[in-house]
């Protein structure tokens, strides 16, 4: 994790906190309509047994929708290079599914996985899922033709080609793919927490909104916020572990 971008993410908030603070000084509007930053600090001191008990509630549900949706995206996206029929056949299927709002689709997947773990972790995969499995396949078949001519010149079968020269290549796009949905996973488990669940940020946000509590909502909002700045910057890291040679990670 780069200190530049650390202390230029530090500096942002605390620029964002000071705008928020002069105007809770000027406004001055109710409490529960929107507290002060100051308020939030307290709240997220006075809770924080609370708060982290939830947060481990949610950071379960997006970790291993991660790890799930990552896995399914990635395989996903080298089936389709690898076998083309396959491809042919699957990846119209695909594109319908991407088309549909994720969204919507939380309240059929607790219908279906209940109120536990289960329907937040599909939630998170599914919104993984897509762009993974998107950029890795693009960047499977957007390799330089001349490479696959050379490779064709030699006794190496199809799958050889794909494993040695293909996926290797194809890595950037991978990466990309992994920096762009890992920020989405704590809206995915949230969302589902929405729709139904008996723990997580989500069901604390849902039940401090009833209560007019939003020192309570801000405070977990803060957390949510602190979770996916930490996801990108972990992404960041991996796409910098798993392609060093792409442009964008030098």
């Not at 507290?35 to 609370?50: K, Y």
């Not at 395989?75 to 594109?95: D, E, K, M, Q, Y």
């Not at 007019?212 to 796409?239: E, G, H, I, N, P």
Request: glycine share 6%; charged share 10%; hydrophobic share 60%.
């Amino acid at each position: 994790m780069p200190l530049r971008a650390v202390a230029a993410t530090i500096g942002a908030m605390m620029v964002v906190c000071l705008v928020w603070q002069l105007a809770i000084w000027v406004l001055d509007p109710p409490s529960f309509m929107l507290p002060s930053p100051l308020r939030v600090a307290a709240t997220l001191i006075e809770r924080a047994p609370f708060l982290l008990r939830e947060s481990f509630v949610t950071g379960l549900e997006i970790w291993l929708g991660l790890f799930f949706g990552i896995t399914a995206g990635a395989s996903i996206g080298l089936s389709v290079v690898a076998f083309p029929r396959f491809g042919r056949l699957l990846w119209p299927v695909l594109l319908v599914l991407q088309a549909m709002p994720v969204f919507a689709l939380a309240p059929l997947l607790v219908l279906w996985f209940g109120f536990g773990l289960t329907s937040k972790i599909v939630m998170a995969g599914l919104i993984i899922f897509f762009p993974v499995a998107s950029a890795y396949a693009d960047g499977l078949r957007r390799i330089d033709p001349n490479l696959l001519d050379a490779t064709a010149m030699t006794e190496a079968s199809h799958l050889q080609a794909l494993w040695h020269v293909r996926v290797p290549l194809a890595l950037p796009a991978l990466a990309t793919g992994i920096r762009v949905a890992a920020p989405l996973a704590p809206l995915g488990a949230v969302i589902s927490e929405w729709v139904g669940a008996s723990g997580g940020l989500g069901f604390v946000m849902l039940q401090a909104n009833a209560r007019m509590q939003t020192d309570t909502v801000f405070a977990a909002l803060t957390l949510l916020a602190a979770t996916t700045l930490f996801l990108r910057f972990l992404a960041d890291a991996l796409t910098r572990r798993i392609a060093p040679w792409a442009p964008e990670t030098r």
